[in-house]
């Protein structure tokens, strides 16, 4: 076959070397691991938001005929405790429930209909406590303290950023808008749930293999909140069926390793339901947003100030990060001399919020770019304009304080925008609407920081192996979710070494073979571990051309090139096979290995330290400009997104197919948490519990996409690239609701924009046409 | 119980329990893992495999209804080494992300191609819809199958029961569920039916189970018996009879879609049948079953309301034949005796020329439950005014609803704009709406009455201007 021969390039749109397996069936995802002798385990959960755990009875279930284990927080003798800033979860609860999910005993039995029914068995004594499920009732005085030891009581975390004036700012301002912004809780939505299998062998060495998309990180609070040498775990983390920040941290693995060792030699699998995906998994965190913007008479912007709540659920996951994320971003990518930001995380008993792709940007970018338009309106300008007039360029100074370096490509996507026909037709397009319809265009601009920040290594080590039959293993240490980045490697690696596919093999993250890595998040997945794997793939290049040149008896190893499946001297045309070679090598010589530590901001614009250590500032930003044609159907309410484009600059691209497939995947999901996807909650408790109530955008949902890409080089990126993974959703939401405004001259500012709320406005709005 | 079926053209003969799920039986029993599960109760299409060559939900299915089928999964498609066209596209064309949709994706529009060797982008966005990826956002998965254009095999036919028994592997199951507790039978004929219905009071029935598998997952039916229907040939089919069509209460969905008397004569059913559920359900559901589950939200009710169809129902003894009316008495509720079934629907043809209107609003495009619905079926004069007009709302009250005193207030009227809006607040009074979590009821009730207003739209085309839109304010 073609493939066979073929090497890659940099920027060629190659299928991807995983699409072969995964389109067979044959890709094993962790979910997929069913060893013989299989126990399965499950939790029992609280099923109350708030209230003190008296004792559980597990004495019927232990009874139950083959159940093998009941096990409660007594059995564990570590911490007990999980997080990532913050170690504040349980592995199963032991003094307090703090949200209806939490678990509260683990069983392991023979099959699932008896773990159903042993789960069913177990009862809790529980005394309730007052619940909070407000974040501004959770600071109230007299509020109980979710963790008591907590010394910010019910914030987890909050931050204020003054620049210029600060609010003194608004004083030069002439005109000023100010809006209060609802943004809704987002379900990840993965379609492989939250799983994973363990064995601990006869010594308690647990050999686990996880749906996850931090292994390392994993086997650290695994081995600390079970009281475990990190050594005794090993973590396998396959392909995942999707993560998108869900599966950043701990899931079902301290309960398996649990598990594992009380039923050793035999091996547990845990999967949860979607249920209890939603019930216990983490989500985009809810937050209430309010902004003040202000600018003078010419549209320059002024003044801003912000203050964000948003609501964490009882537990840290990574709610800290999240708000000082959403902080650096709240003001956009815009100059505003004047700022006064301020953003919190709060402890509440609602389920618990974390990580999810954007991480507290796309709640910031939906409110500041809906703001931007409002302010348009307000000085009656072009909202592009009012954009490309304000954008940041390189040596700004950000919102938050920051100076600007590294690739600005934010006016070229304007520019580029602004010649798109969707943009310079819309008038035409508008006045052709059908009836009872209402045709608007919106746009929105973004950008999105890249990486850990200052204080928390962005760190990578890349290996490289000659295999003894000649093929080459390509180590990927960072957990491919599907956003393609273990075949981004192969084609990296391909183009530097002229080696094809087939001459080509992966080796995914496990914490036996492939070296400690960084999260598969934060934008940094290629651009971190691409930067360590490049000198290691150059490193290779020069040791097989010189091993080469020693065996054909060449001088100088300058004569000698890489073609696939051999090095070739190029004055004798002699090939040697790299197989031949490899026989001749020690695994030492046929091994390269090369670690790689991100640059980080060194300028010092807080001296809040608490700040710097959950991420502020970064140092590389993407950007991206998004425009979205809508059509309301006056009689229903329902938003129909028509066409949808989306220019990003993002670096130069390794393939690409797979950096538009990824922009295309981030917009469906910005256009779910623009339109429908909102996971009810009540009391603590969930209201829509599985995917008939909860709904994802279909095919027929979500509109014909374009993707552009200006492809401005970064020059601290492998080959020009930065982050791409995230700044596709931190648009959507805000492009829709300008569009809507665009359409009915009606702002919303609840998101997601359902046509039930717009229904209810535009009746409002135009007296209800037979209403009265 | 002992299965005979065919999965990926080896002949077996499983040792299973008849309410083994097919999905846990392909991926648990058979090590085939290539199917996926993303929820279990039909709503992502991650475990679509293909029955007799179309495409099935496998987490809605259980190993008593594949018996004598022909199953294959995404491990038999490939010809050797060499990919089917349409895992070939999907390789091309980057339409795989994470992969754990693609299965299922490629199931589907296997399915797809099989019908439309060459469907438009429209009618492929509509066939993946009960099919969801949380990574592409569906547009490189569309160019995929727009590009795939192979030439497919026909579907690979039923096997005869015979064919199936000639040389199984018998292959007794590993980790089968020890505990059957559950017995699911399915008849191949009344004859067959009546007896075990006399000697089980209890039984629970089902015609597809897209509704009662979902009810048996979260725990919500107890019944030990679940006696099928599907198979029973007699039950099945599209029939005129003189001036009524007679449609087998185990006709599904996606029957009724093909059938072109139905796209025919009755449009407001055929349109209502495209909208309900995803493709998936309209495989294996059946309009019986939906009329015996009886939601206020059924998507049938509503067309079958104002074709003013009637039900048979049938029982080992006797035959009788309500009205839609009298036979729908509240959510769920229905005048089905013990020892009943429901053998067809009867409905009256509607004189040519008339015209047929559905429209549901839910809060998706595609595989939405309805908040609001209306069927309307309307006969005008040569003049445009309105000579018989009959609608029914689904979703707005307990069980379908017409409004009598809408439809004789609209009689003799102009259909246009201005005499549609005059009884929109009646409508508002009269519709019985509740608040869920999909919708408030104050909504349900605005657009109960402003879906009225498409009707002048739709078949005036003199009255769009009328119709159009307000100024701005």
């Known amino acids: 076959m073609n493939h066979d021969r073929r090497t890659p390039n940099i920027g060629e749109e190659l299928p991807r070397m995983d699409a072969y397996t995964k389109v067979c069936g044959a890709e094993p995802f962790a979910v997929d691991g069913y060893p013989e002798n299989l126990l399965w385990a499950g939790v029992k959960r609280a099923g109350v938001p708030h209230a003190r755990l008296l004792g559980v009875a597990v004495d019927r279930a232990l009874a139950l005929a083959g159940v093998r284990a009941v096990l409660t927080a007594a059995a564990i003798s570590g911490t007990n405790r999980q997080g990532v800033i913050r170690r504040d979860q349980p592995v199963l609860v032991d003094d307090r429930v703090r949200h209806c999910g939490d678990p509260v005993a683990l069983v392991v039995a023979e099959d699932q209909e008896t773990l159903a029914a042993a789960i069913e068995l177990i009862t809790l004594d529980l005394e309730p406590l007052p619940p909070i499920f407000e974040p501004r009732a959770a600071l109230a005085e007299d509020a109980v303290l979710l963790h008591p030891e907590h010394p910010g009581g019910n914030q987890l975390f909050g931050a204020r950023l003054v620049n210029g004036a600060g609010l003194e700012g608004f004083a030069e301002c002439a005109v000023t808008v100010e809006a209060t912004f609802h943004l809704p809780r987002q379900a990840h939505a993965f379609l492989e749930t939250e799983n994973g299998w363990a064995i601990a062998d006869a010594a308690g060495q647990i050999d686990m293999t996880v749906s996850t998309q931090t292994p390392f990180r994993d086997r650290f609070e695994v081995a600390e909140a079970l009281g475990l040498e990190q050594n005794r775990i090993r973590i396998r983390a396959p392909y995942c069926g999707g993560a998108f920040g869900g599966k950043d941290g701990i899931t079902v693995q301290s309960l398996l390793a649990l598990a594992a060792l009380h039923c050793p030699e035999r091996p547990v699998k845990m999967w949860w339901r979607r249920e209890e995906s939603f019930i216990a998994g983490v989500k985009r965190h809810p937050a209430h947003l309010h902004y003040r913007l202000g600018a003078d008479r010419g549209g320059t912007l002024v003044a801003l100030a912000v203050d964000g709540w948003f609501d964490t659920g009882p537990y840290d996951h990574l709610g800290g990060v999240v708000a000082a994320l959403a902080l650096e971003h709240a003001g956009g990518p815009y100059r505003i001399p004047h700022t006064d930001l301020q953003t919190r995380a709060v402890y509440t008993n609602n389920p618990v919020s974390g990580a999810f792709r954007g991480f507290g940007v796309p709640q910031v970018a939906t409110a500041m770019e809906s703001m931007m338009d409002l302010l348009a309106r307000r000085l009656d300008c072009c909202p592009l304009e009012l954009r490309r007039k304000n954008a940041l360029v390189r040596g700004d100074r950000c919102p938050a304080g920051v100076t600007r370096r590294g690739s600005m490509g934010l006016t070229a996507c304007l520019d580029r925008l602004a010649e798109h026909p969707w943009w310079s037709e819309r008038a035409a397009w508008q006045a052709a609407a059908g009836p009872h319809c209402r045709r608007g265009t919106g746009v929105a601009a973004v950008f999105h920081g890249m990486g850990y920040g200052p204080i928390v290594p962005d760190v990578a080590t890349a290996g490289i192996e000659l295999l003894e039959d000649g093929r080459l293993q390509v180590q990927v240490g960072v957990v491919d979710m599907g956003q393609g980045n273990a075949a981004t490697c192969l084609q990296m690696v391909g183009d530097l070494l002229n080696q094809p596919q087939s001459q080509m093999t992966l080796l995914l993250p496990d914490t036996a073979r492939t070296f400690p890595c960084g999260s598969s998040s934060a934008s940094r997945t290629t651009f971190t571990y691409g930067n360590a794997l490049l000198p290691a793939a150059r490193q290779m290049r020069e040791r097989l051309l010189a091993k080469g040149a020693e065996m054909l008896f060449v001088q100088d190893p300058q004569e000698m090139l890489l073609v696939p499946g051999a090095v070739r001297h190029l004055a004798s045309g002699r090939d040697l096979p790299l197989a031949q070679l490899a026989k001749q090598l020690g695994r030492e010589e046929r091994f390269v290995t090369n670690h790689y530590r991100a640059p980080v901001a060194r300028e010092k614009s807080t001296d809040d330290a608490n700040l710097r250590l959950h991420g502020f500032p970064h140092l590389i930003f993407s950007h991206a400009v998004h425009l979205a044609r809508i059509e309301v159907d006056e009689l229903t309410g329902t938003i129909r997104v028509v066409d949808y484009l989306s220019i990003s600059d993002c670096g130069r691209l390794i393939n690409p197919r797979t950096f538009a497939g990824q922009q295309e995947g981030a917009v469906g999901q910005g256009l779910g948490y623009a339109l429908m996807e909102d996971l009810g909650v009540c009391d603590g408790r969930i209201t829509t519990p599985d995917l008939a109530t909860y709904i994802l955008p279909t095919a027929v949902d979500l509109p014909p996409m374009e993707t552009i890409a200006v492809t401005l080089p970064e020059h601290d990126g492998p080959f020009g690239l930065k982050g791409a993974g995230e700044i596709g959703i931190d648009a959507p939401a805000a492009a829709v609701a300008n569009a809507v405004h665009d359409a009915c001259g009606l702002r919303l500012l609840r998101f997601p924009l359902t046509a039930e709320q717009l229904l209810s406005e535009l009746s409002a709005m135009t007296g209800g046409n037979d209403e009265r | ?473």
């Open chain 2, 1 to 473: 119980m002992k299965l005979p079926c065919i999965i990926n053209e080896e002949h077996y003969r499983l040792e299973v329990p008849a309410d083994r799920r097919v999905v846990d039986l392909l991926r648990e029993d058979l090590g085939l893992t290539g199917t996926k599960e993303g929820c279990g109760t039909g709503e992502c299409g991650a475990c679509t495999v293909l029955v007799d060559g179309r495409s099935r939900l496998s987490c809605l299915t259980v190993a008593a209804q594949i018996e004598g089928r022909r199953i294959t999964t995404i491990e038999g498609l490939a010809d050797g080494e060499t990919l089917h066209p349409v895992q070939q596209a999907f390789v091309d064309h980057g339409a795989v992300q994470c992969g754990f949709c693609t299965p299922g994706m490629v199931m589907t529009a296997v399915d797809l191609l099989t019908d439309h060797p060459e469907p438009d982008r429209t009618e492929i966005t509509h066939a993946i819809s009960g099919n969801l990826c949380r990574c592409t956002g569906y547009q490189k998965i569309i160019d995929a199958i727009d590009r795939a254009r192979p030439s497919i095999p026909g579907p690979a036919t039923r096997p005869t029961l015979a064919a199936a028994d000639k040389s199984p592997v018998v292959r007794p199951m590993v980790r089968a569920a020890t505990r059957s507790s559950r017995q699911i039978v399915l008849p191949d004929s009344c004859d067959q039916l009546w007896p075990l219905l006399a000697a089980s009071p209890g039984a629970r029935l089902f015609c597809g189970g897209t509704d009662l598998f979902v009810w048996l997952r979260a725990g919500r039916c107890q019944a030990r018996l679940l006696v099928g229907l599907e198979r029973i040939d007699e039950l099945r089919g599209i029939g005129s009879d003189g001036d009524h069509l007679r449609i087998g209460a185990a006709t599904t969905h996606a029957e009724l879609l093909a059938d072109p008397t139905i796209k025919e004569h009755l449009p407001v059913l055929h349109q209502a049948v495209a909208q309900l559920g995803s493709p998936l359900i309209r495989r294996t559901g059946t309009i019986g079953g939906n009329l015996v589950t009886a939601s206020p939200a059924g998507d049938t009710l509503p067309p079958l309301a104002v074709l003013e169809a009637t039900v048979e129902l049938r029982s080992a003894t006797a035959n009788r034949r309500l009205s839609l009316e009298e036979f729908l008495l509240g959510p769920g509720r229905t005048d089905l005796r013990e020892g009943e079934i429901v053998a067809a629907i009867r409905i009256p043809l509607p004189p040519p020329g008339s015209l047929h209107s559905f429209e549901k609003v839910g809060r998706r495009a595609a595989l939405a439950c309805s908040i609001a619905s209306l069927a309307g079926l309307l006969d005008l004069d040569d003049d445009g005014t309105i000579r018989t007009i009959r609608l029914a709302w689904g979703s707005v009250a307990e069980t379908v609803l017409r409004l009598p005193q809408i439809e004789a207030a609209l009689i003799g009227q102009p259909l246009d704009d201005t005499h549609i809006t005059a009884v929109l607040p009646a409508v508002r009074k009269l519709v019985r709406p509740i608040s869920d979590v999909r919708a408030g009821a104050d909504y349900r009730r605005l657009v109960a009455a402003n879906l009225l207003r498409r009707l002048p739209t739709r078949f005036c085309s003199d009255h769009r201007l009328a119709a159009g839109r307000p100024q701005r304010p």
